[in-house]
């Protein structure tokens, strides 16, 4: 069993910039392949980034690449996103999850254990 927990969220402008965390509970941590995604109201769950269990390999959608960056840090059983150049667009509940399948799997039901997520609101 793996609890996740994130934190980071909040309310900022477009063009700022916002660092979500994942806090990971249990010693199995860098037995998983991590994932990002969001869900905006209405909308299906979408993937963002992806990094493999050592943190050596990524995985990004492309409405994010080049501003989102992922990153993990396994001696803390926590992994990151930087979000950079934030959109309105990208307001949106934020997951952070965690499995085994493959890095570039992009669905959610392929990840095994979830977070409660944390808001990220750009305002215009």
């Known amino acids: 069993q793996v609890q996740l927990v994130e934190s980071g969220g909040g309310l900022v402008q477009a063009g700022d910039s916002l660092r979500l965390s994942c806090a990971a509970s249990g010693r199995t941590f860098s037995s998983y392949n991590m994932g990002w995604f969001r869900q905006a109201p209405g909308r299906e769950r979408e993937f963002i980034a992806a990094i493999s269990r050592s943190g050596r390999s990524t995985y990004y959608a492309d409405s994010v690449k080049g501003r989102f960056t992922i990153s993990r840090d396994n001696a803390k059983n926590t992994v990151y996103l930087q979000m950079n150049s934030l959109r309105p667009e990208d307001t949106a509940v934020y997951y952070c999850?965690?499995?085994?399948?493959?890095?570039?799997?992009?669905?959610?039901?392929?990840?095994?254990?979830w977070g409660q997520g944390t808001q990220v609101t750009v305002s215009s």
């Open positions: 999850a965690s499995g085994t399948m493959p890095l570039t799997t992009a669905r959610a039901s392929g990840y095994t254990y």
